[in-house]
Nanobody, 121 residues
Framework: QVQLVESGGGSVQPGGSLRLSCAAS????????MGWYRQAPGKERELVAG???????NYTDSVKGRFTISRDNAKNTVYLQMNSLKPEDTAVYYC???????????????WGKGTLVTVSS
């Protein structure tokens, strides 16, 4: 089994910053990809940023230049630095990891429980 635990959410004023962390633990051989998704009230979950094991990153257009994703492979942890936050960034942020648990198994998706980010004055 694999567990993902997010931390770092909270409330911040527009223009502020937050840093999210997500630590993966359990039966892990390799984490092939890690990412952050978000779901705002009444909207579908969307990919915010993703990063490969080689640290190649991609971002949704609305956060480019404001958010930075990074990972520490030794700690099986992914981070999301969020700067210049806007009210429209308000959402529950979910961590995702594509994990290979053994050499003969298929990679599988795992999700954290989510952490709430609220941007409001």
């Amino acid at each position: 089994q694999v567990q993902l635990v997010e931390s770092g959410g909270g409330s911040v004023q527009p223009g502020g910053s937050l840093r999210l962390s997500c630590a993966a633990s359990g039966s892990i051989l390799v984490i092939k990809h890690m990412g952050w998704y978000r779901q705002a009230p009444g909207k579908e979950r969307e990919l915010v940023a993703g990063i490969t094991s080689g640290s190649s990153a991609n971002y949704t257009d609305s956060v480019k230049g404001r958010f930075t994703i990074s990972r520490d492979n030794a700690k099986n942890t992914v981070y999301l630095q969020m700067n210049s936050l806007k009210p429209e960034d308000t959402a529950v942020y979910y961590c995702n990891a594509v994990v290979l648990r053994s050499p003969h198994a298929d990679a599988m998706d795992y999700w954290g429980k989510g952490t709430l980010v609220t941007v409001s004055s």
